[in-house]
């Protein structure tokens, strides 16, 4: 599963995926519609590779909780994210059965099974492990993304 340039935005609904980067920010590809949009620094984003879950004994990656459905479902769609929250739940603690349902709400639920759906239509799920250099090509795009930022903020600062 190769999520690194996958993103989610806060405040835009589904996913991006990642195209290039720009002065002011980064040009992003919606996966519903193939919209490409611009967003700036200041927006809040997060590489799915970066996201967890609280479980009872750790965080646990999202990438991971993706991977747990692949398994589960043969790499094709899941439940709607629209079930019940009965439902939505029981079909979690398949997945992930030792989630902290304190801190991971119904809500979460959806996002994740919402973002899978997505995932899989577009072919970007799979059940195999990620290899060693999959794992560090993602660090170094995480890297990258984080020095360009920190390196926006400071010129920004300084002009100030």
Known sequence: MNL???????GKPGLFELKIQTRSGFLA???????????????NVSLLTEISMYTYSEEK?????????AVK????????????NAKLVAYFKEILPDYD???????????????YNLLQAKGMVSKE?????????SADVEKELVDEELK???SSKTKK
């Open 4 to 10: 690194e340039k996958i993103l989610a935005i806060a």
């Open 29 to 43: 590809e919606s996966l519903l519609d193939g919209k490409k949009i611009t967003v700036g620094l200041r927006s």
């Open 61 to 69: 990656p999202l990438v991971e909780i993706m991977r747990a459905i």
């Open 73 to 84: 479902e043969n790499e094709g769609p899941t439940i709607s994210n629209k079930e019940d």
């Open 101 to 115: 349902d304190d801190r991971v709400y119904v809500s979460d639920i959806k996002k994740v099974l919402n973002w």
């Open 129 to 137: 492990e990620p290899s060693q250099e999959t794992i560090t090509e």
């Open 152 to 154: 926006k903020s400071k």
